[in-house]
């Protein structure tokens, strides 16, 4: 009996939406991500394929600025029950607000949402923020996913593409 291991490329996609800026006039934000790419996924594999990505914001040198996050359900239209997809194939996956991937990163319900504070070193339950000098205030929020183990898929390259809505 002969093993193969199916190469696929999986990546979420994520998109900035609501940005509705609740600041200073003469103050401005710009709002960064860096898509959570989980690579190769080995559909034999018993263990889950865990990846990062992160979202940055960052607003002028005035004072801190809270900003409360929340993540849509992607292509599905939940958030506990995200998928990928490759044309008709579906992967599962979704994205949490912690390293140990056990509180998922939703729509606010359930306490699934995040708040940070730019500027702040420890803003929020998982942000990192700054204040550099001739900066602007910025955090850091990483961003944890994990694709299910042993899901019975084709090759490919599956994506979804969220969106992050900012409320300041």
């Given at each position: 009996m002969t093993s193969h291991r199916i190469a696929l490329s999986c990546v979420?996609?994520?998109a900035i939406?609501?940005?509705a800026p609740r600041v200073l006039a003469a103050d401005t934000c710009t709002v960064t991500t860096t898509g959570?790419?989980?690579g190769t996924y080995d559909p034999t594999s018993a263990t889950p394929l865990n990846a990062q990505g992160s979202l940055f914001v960052e607003c002028g040198a005035g004072s801190s600025t809270t900003v409360t996050m929340t993540l849509?359900?992607?292509g599905s239209g939940n958030a506990a029950s995200r998928r990928m997809s490759n044309g008709t194939d579906l992967m599962f996956y979704n994205l949490y607000l912690n390293t140990g991937r056990t509180i998922i990163f939703g729509d606010a319900t359930g306490g699934?949402?995040?708040t940070c504070t730019t500027g702040?070193?420890?803003?929020?339950?998982g942000c990192t923020g700054e204040n550099p000098a001739g900066k602007g205030r910025n955090f850091t929020r990483p961003l944890y996913g994990q694709v299910n183990a042993s899901q019975?898929?084709?090759v490919g390259t599956y994506t979804d593409t969220l969106t992050i809505t900012l409320t300041f």
């Open positions: 979420c996609a994520l939406g609501g940005f959570v790419n989980f849509s359900g992607g699934s949402s995040d702040s070193p420890t803003s929020g339950t019975n898929i084709g």
